[in-house]
């Protein structure tokens, strides 16, 4: 069965400190790759997604994720993260046409000012 | 552009009661998904829906349907409710292939009691 795993629950980061979530996908064939972020008490929002060609994407706020398909990962990125970026993030994987995003778990991120 | 809209925001119920969700896309966006989250299983596919059929589903009882109209609108109906129902339902919306990113509402928070 196709699954997603974010392996950081809990990342607690100092402001101006380098960001990396990981995120690894169960699945050899073609896939779309999203991360998500919650911001306290609001709805998810796409902050990245992947299709096709360059496997670095960018996204919004800063963001950034590299896809390596040899290594099932879409890992995000953030050089230098703020006490706004506090939130939990999620990453999605639509696999083979399916019409469904499976979720990883997330990661809950808290940034000390 | 109005984002994803979901009625009614907050519901309370007793188990054997019935639910409605209602959820209204993005102008534009002709398919529908609906989620499940829940503290212990994270975010879990319910079904998708697209000009009027389901073209996927996930693994859950038959109890948990839906249906979508012909303005896009889509609602998700829960029967004889348990106590293990109470989660936020997410409905988001995406304009036509398992590429486009999909769009999250801010969720129906429903409390079985």
């Known amino acids: 069965a196709q699954s997603v795993s974010q392996h950081n629950h809990h990342v607690i980061l100092s402001e101006a400190a380098s960001l990396e979530l990981g995120c690894n996908y169960s699945y050899g064939g073609t896939v779309n790759l999203f991360w998500y972020v919650q911001y306290p008490g609001q709805h998810l929002q796409l902050l990245l997604k992947?299709?096709?060609?360059?496997?670095l994407v960018k996204g919004i706020k800063g963001f950034e994720a590299e896809f390596i398909k040899s290594k099932f990962s879409f890992n995000l990125r953030k050089p230098s993260v703020q006490w706004s970026d506090t939130a939990e993030y999620f990453c999605?994987?639509?696999?083979?046409?399916?019409?469904?995003?499976?979720f990883g778990s997330g990661t809950r991120l808290l940034v000390r000012p | 552009k109005a984002g994803v809209t979901q009625t009614p925001r907050y519901l309370i119920k007793t188990r054997g009661q019935q639910v409605t969700l209602s959820c209204s896309p993005i102008?534009?966006?002709?398919?529908v998904s609906w989620y499940q989250q829940t503290p212990g299983q994270g975010l879990q596919f319910l079904f998708e829906y697209f000009s009027e059929t389901q073209r996927n589903k996930g693994n859950f009882p038959g109890r948990f349907s839906g249906r979508q109209f012909s303005n896009s609108r889509s609602e998700m109906n829960v029967s004889t409710l348990e106590l293990g129902d109470s989660a936020l339902y997410l409905c988001?919306?995406?304009?036509?292939?398992?590429?486009?990113?999909?769009?999250f509402g801010p969720g129906t928070r429903l409390l079985v009691l």
């Open positions: 102008s534009g966006h002709r398919s």
């Open positions: 992947y299709f096709s060609g360059d496997p």
């Open positions: 988001a919306s995406s304009l036509t292939t398992e590429a486009d990113p999909q769009y």
């Open positions: 999605a994987v639509n696999a083979d046409s399916s019409y469904k995003l499976i």
